[in-house]
C-alpha cells in the first residue's frame, strides 16, 4: 500500500464547507472500509466517517447530516464533504485503508481543517 495523500483543507468560518480528497490505494475488492480521521489538538485520532468499496457509508453521531463520505474507485480517490461547518470540527484529517488483514493501513500527512470566524 501507498502512503495516502490527502488534500483540500483549508480555513473556512463556522457554516462554511469543505471538500477533502484522498488519494489512496483504494479497490473496488476492499474488504474493510476506508476511513476518514480526525485528530485535534491534545485529542486522540478519531473515526468521523467510513465508506465501503460499495458506497455504503457509516458517520459518528457528531458530523451525521453535515458531512458525505464517497469515493472514485477508478481514480483511486475518496473525498469527505464536509458542511456546516463548526470550530469543533477544526482538526487535522486522515484516510486510511485498512490492509488485508483489517489492521490500520499506512497514514499520510492529513490536511488541515481549521473553522473559525
Known amino acids: 500500500q501507498v502512503q495516502p495523500v490527502e488534500s483540500g483543507g483549508g480555513l473556512v468560518q463556522p457554516g462554511g464547507s469543505l471538500r477533502l480528497s484522498c488519494v489512496a490505494s483504494?479497490?473496488?475488492?476492499?474488504?474493510?472500509?476506508t476511513g476518514w480521521y480526525r485528530q485535534a489538538p491534545g485529542k486522540q485520532r478519531e473515526l468521523v466517517a467510513s465508506?465501503?468499496?460499495?458506497?455504503?457509508?457509516n458517520y459518528a453521531d457528531y458530523v451525521k447530516g453535515r458531512f458525505t463520505a464517497s469515493r472514485d474507485n477508478a481514480k483511486n480517490t475518496v473525498y469527505l464533504q464536509m458542511n456546516s461547518l463548526k470550530p469543533e470540527d477544526t482538526a487535522v484529517y486522515y484516510c486510511?485503508?485498512?490492509?488485508?488483514?483489517?489492521?490500520?493501513?499506512?497514514w499520510g500527512q492529513g490536511t488541515q481543517v481549521t473553522v473559525s470566524s
Open positions: 465508506i465501503t468499496s460499495g458506497g455504503r457509508t
Open positions: 483504494i479497490s473496488i475488492f476492499d474488504i474493510y472500509p
Open positions: 486510511n485503508v485498512p490492509t488485508r488483514n483489517g489492521a490500520a493501513g499506512p
